[in-house]
C-alpha cells in the first residue's frame, strides 16, 4: 500500500509565492514518475508539471517561467515551487505517483486572492 501526504498549500495574495511537497510512503520500489495536478471547480483535472526519476520536467504552458517541479529520490519527494501566482491558479493540487499503477494525494488547497 502506497500513501501520499501533500502539504503547504493555503492562501496568498497574487503575486506571492508558495511550496507544495508531497511525501509517498508504504511499499515503494521503482518510482518512474511524479506530478502535480490541479482542479479548480467546474473544470477538469490537469497536469501543471511533472518529472521523471532521471530529472526529466514537463510543465504546463501556463506555469512554465513561474513554477518548478524538484524531487528527492532518497525521500520519495515531489516539491512544486510556485512562483508569481495568480488567482487563475486557485485550485486543489493533487500529488501523483506513477509506479505499476497511479496514486493519488488527498489534494491541497491552494487560493490565490486578486
Known amino acids: 500500500q502506497v500513501q501520499l501526504v501533500e502539504s503547504g498549500g493555503g492562501l496568498v495574495q497574487a503575486g506571492g509565492s508558495l511550496r507544495l511537497s508531497c511525501t509517498a510512503s508504504?511499499?515503494?520500489?521503482?518510482?518512474?514518475?511524479m506530478a502535480w495536478h490541479r482542479q479548480a471547480p467546474g473544470k477538469q483535472r490537469e497536469l501543471v508539471a511533472g518529472i521523471t526519476d532521471g530529472g526529466t520536467t514537463t510543465y504546463a504552458d501556463y506555469v512554465k517561467g513561474r513554477f518548478t517541479i524538484s524531487r528527492d529520490n532518497a525521500q520519495n519527494t515531489v516539491y512544486l515551487q510556485m512562483g508569481s501566482l495568480k488567482p487563475e491558479d486557485t485550485a486543489v493540487y493533487y500529488c501523483?505517483?506513477?509506479?505499476?499503477?497511479?496514486?493519488w494525494g488527498q489534494g491541497t488547497q491552494v487560493t490565490v486572492s486578486s
Open positions: 501523483r505517483l506513477v509506479m505499476t499503477r497511479d496514486y
Open positions: 508504504g511499499s515503494i520500489f521503482r518510482v518512474h514518475f
